[in-house]
C-alpha cells in the first residue's frame, strides 16, 4: 500500500509538471500516442518473441533472462496504455533491451551469488576432514 502511495504521489507530480509545460491538447495528444505505441508493442509481440527465441538458440541469453525479457516488454507495453507521465517513462524505458537485460543481469547475478553461497555452505557442512596415516611405514 505504501508502494503505491508513493507511485501515485510520484504520477501526480511528474504528470502535473509535465502537463502545465505542454499544456492540455498536447498531453492529451501524448496519452493517445502512447497508448497507440503500446497496443502496437502488444500487436508485434510475436516478432520481440522471435528475437528472444533467436538469443535463446545462440546461446547470448538463458531461459531465465528470456523469460524476465519478455515480461519486461509486456509489463511495457501495458504501462504505455496506461495514462501518465511517469508511467510513459517507464513503459519506454522497459522497451530497451539493453537496459532490460541490463537490470536483469544486476539481479541474475546477485541471486546467483546468493544460491552459491547457500549450496557451498550446504556442501562443505557434509564434508568430514579425515587424515591417512600409513602405519606400515613409520620408523620406530
Request: no cysteine; proline share 1%.
Amino acid at each position: 500500500m505504501l508502494y503505491f502511495l508513493l507511485y501515485l504521489f510520484l504520477e501526480v507530480i511528474v504528470s502535473v509538471n509535465i502537463s502545465s509545460a505542454l499544456g492540455g491538447f498536447m498531453t492529451f495528444i501524448e496519452i493517445l500516442l502512447s497508448a497507440f505505441i503500446g497496443i502496437s508493442i502488444l500487436v508485434n509481440f510475436r516478432e520481440t518473441l522471435l528475437e528472444n527465441l533467436r538469443a535463446i538458440s545462440f546461446n547470448a541469453i538463458d531461459l531465465m533472462e528470456f523469460q524476465r525479457l519478455n515480461l519486461f516488454t509486456l509489463l511495457g507495453a501495458f504501462l504505455l496504455i496506461l495514462p501518465g507521465f511517469l508511467t510513459d517513462i517507464i513503459g519506454i524505458l522497459m522497451q530497451f533491451s539493453v537496459l532490460t537485460s541490463m537490470f536483469v543481469n544486476r539481479y541474475a547475478v546477485k541471486q546467483q551469488h546468493d544460491r552459491w553461497d547457500h549450496e557451498s555452505i550446504s556442501e562443505e557442512s557434509d564434508v568430514i576432514d579425515v587424515e591417512i596415516i600409513d602405519t606400515k611405514h613409520t620408523s620406530k
